[in-house]
């Protein structure tokens, strides 16, 4: 009996197989996102957005029910959880920035902004490169240590190219076109907010290197 119960639950190697395939939707997102602010079909990559995040709630709330019902799991139960959630904030994050896009029926965006949604799409692909190492953390700690690195050095970056756009902004609308600036403003701001939350991922990275090794 015990034993047919257990086939019931998820397997420990089932939590990577969700995580990857969230890091899929994630990247999908951040590629849809760099596309959108290139300017063209923003409609549609705009839509392909909004789909990814559904999907990625969908394999959020999957890895949270497992958490819930397994008796192992491959690392701390807490910590499943914040990496999931973390991942789950990015994407979620440019669903927001798709909204105030739509809102503002926004078609072209600065070349500061493409340069923070390269990033993005960096930041993105570090994740999905580091899931898998996570399966094996004694083996791939160096990597997994520069991935969180790398990512964290986006970051900061990033911060400079944010500060960059609204400076540019300012010079460009703020005596004379309002309403673009403010527009400006925030969809810098929520682009930053994106590569923050990469950030967060990255140190939830860490905190597992650290505790499994």
């Not at 994630?26 to 995040?53: F, H, Q, S």
């Not at 999905?128 to 790398?150: C, D, F, W, Y």
Request: aromatic share 6%; proline share 2%; glycine share 6%.
């Amino acid at each position: 009996m015990l034993g047919w119960f257990r086939k019931l639950l998820p397997r420990e190697d089932k939590f990577f197989d969700l995580f990857e395939r969230h890091s899929r939707t994630v990247v999908g997102g951040a590629e849809a996102l760099e596309k959108l602010l290139a300017g063209k079909d923003v409609e549609r990559w705009a839509g392909e957005i909004v789909r990814l995040e559904n999907e990625a709630d969908a394999i959020t709330a999957e890895v949270l029910l497992a958490v819930r019902r397994s008796f192992i799991t491959p690392f701390d139960r807490s910590d499943i959880q914040d990496l999931i959630q973390s991942m789950d904030d990015a994407i979620d994050m440019m669903h927001k920035t798709v909204k105030t896009v739509r809102l503002f029926e926004r078609t072209e965006f600065d070349p500061l902004m493409q340069e923070m949604g390269t990033m993005i799409a960096a930041a993105a692909r570090l994740v999905a490169e580091a899931i898998p190492l996570l399966g094996k953390v004694g083996q791939n700690v160096p990597r997994l240590t520069a991935i969180a690195r790398e990512i964290k050095q986006l970051e900061d970056h990033s911060d400079d190219v944010h500060e960059l756009g609204l400076k540019d902004l300012f010079h460009r609308h703020s005596g004379s076109d309002a309403m673009s600036f403010i527009v400006g403003k925030e969809i810098y701001s929520q682009l930053e907010k994106v590569v923050d939350r990469f950030e967060d991922v990255a140190n939830e990275i860490s905190g597992i290197v650290v505790e499994n090794v």
